[in-house]
């Protein structure tokens, strides 16, 4: 199946820096989306961007579908940014999907 | 628009017993799709159901199950509850016929204990 890998696996930054967090897959993709986990599970939509370049606030995303990997940056960041970050991909395969496949995540943390 | 919404939210069951969780999705939403997220494994993808019908499976023993009913409201259950079954549970919905290619959006998930 499609490998999703996510770098840097840990941050931790100071308030107000920016950051970039990668996301490496291993074939063509139909769908793409950027979550924020927050710390009591529920995961929050950030991004559906299978390719292009999206902005929302200080958080924006690129896709480069060609060349498999995706970027999400984090400007200013808050304290409030802290929490993992998960890249989650689907290749849908005309018989059907298996449903989103998650990297590992990147385990940001925004220091005061 | 209300989210998608999960019951219960925590759950304690013992080694053996069977556990029924319950998802309501997104209204106008007929995707519904399950994920276990454990620390060793991740996320991982359980199964989807579209119109009462289930789509794709992930790879889980049979001991997983699930359903969706006319409402789009889907369920899954799990039986003869093992230790590793103790994750958190979360429900995603999306629209369309061709729901993995839409957006999920997903509940806060039910985290389930068993010991």
């Known amino acids: 199946g499609i490998q999703v890998e996510q770098s840097p696996p840990d941050l931790i930054l100071q308030e107000g820096a920016n950051s970039t967090l990668r996301c490496n897959f291993s074939?063509?993709?139909?769908?793409l989306q950027w979550f924020h986990q927050n710390p009591w599970g529920q995961l929050i939509n950030l991004f559906y961007?299978?390719?292009g370049t999206k902005q929302n606030g200080r958080l924006s995303a690129t896709t480069v579908a060609t060349e498999r990997y995706s970027l999400l940056y984090i400007s200013s960041s808050q304290t409030t940014d802290s929490g993992v970050y998960f890249c989650a991909v689907i290749m849908y395969s005309g018989g059907g999907a298996d449903g989103l496949t998650f990297g590992k995540g990147t385990h940001l943390i925004i220091q005061p | 628009k209300a989210g998608v919404t999960q019951t219960p939210r925590y759950l304690i069951k013992t080694r053996g017993q069977q556990v029924t969780l319950s998802c309501s999705p997104i209204s106008g939403h007929r995707s519904v799709s399950w994920y276990q997220q454990t620390p060793g494994q991740g996320l991982q993808f359980l199964f989807e159901y579209f119109s009462e019908t289930q789509r794709n499976k992930g790879n889980f023993p049979g001991r997983f199950s699930g359903r969706q009913f006319s409402n789009s409201r889907s369920e899954m259950n799990v039986s003869t509850l093992e230790l590793g079954d103790s994750a958190l549970y979360l429900c995603?919905?999306?629209?369309?016929?061709?729901?993995?290619?839409?957006?999920?959006?997903f509940g806060p998930g039910t985290r389930l204990t068993v010991t």
């Open positions: 074939d063509s993709v139909n769908n």
């Open positions: 995603a919905s999306s629209r369309g016929t061709s729901g993995s290619t839409y957006e999920q959006y």
């Open positions: 961007i299978p390719s």
